[in-house]
């Protein structure tokens, strides 16, 4: 199995910045992709941002130009800098991993959830 930990959310103001990470071990054969994804109250968890591991980089519209994912191989670590926050950003955000655990079998893995909570 593959376990996510993830680290880094809080209380921000409108407009300022957090920066989340998300450290992948246990069973890892080979990382396919890794990504972040928030879930707002009454809403359906929808995807921020993934990247994979030829560190091409997908981007939900909205946080388009004020959140940035980048990702340490060596560190099998995640990380989503997140500017210009606003109060719509508010939601649980949740690190997920594509892993191969060995040479033919893969899943998806999800952390715990880290709140991020931007105040107007």
């Known amino acids: 199995q593959v376990q996510l930990v993830e680290s880094g959310g809080g209380l921000v103001q409108a407009g300022g910045s957090l920066r989340l990470s998300c450290v992948a071990s246990?069973?890892?054969?080979?990382?396919?992709?890794m990504g972040w994804y928030r879930q707002a109250p009454g809403k359906q968890r929808e995807l921020v941002a993934t990247?994979?591991?030829?560190?091409?980089?997908n981007y939900e519209d909205s946080v388009q130009g004020r959140f940035f994912i980048s990702r340490d191989n060596a560190k099998n670590t995640v990380y989503l800098q997140m500017n210009s926050l606003k109060p719509e950003d508010t939601a649980v955000y949740y690190c997920?991993?594509?892993?191969?655990?060995?040479?033919?079998?893969?899943?998806?893995?999800w952390g715990q959830g880290t709140q991020v909570t931007v105040s107007s």
């Open positions: 997920n991993t594509r892993t191969y655990t060995n040479p033919t079998s893969w899943n998806d893995y």
């Open positions: 246990g069973s890892i054969f080979r990382i396919i992709a």
């Open positions: 990247i994979n591991s030829g560190h091409s980089i």
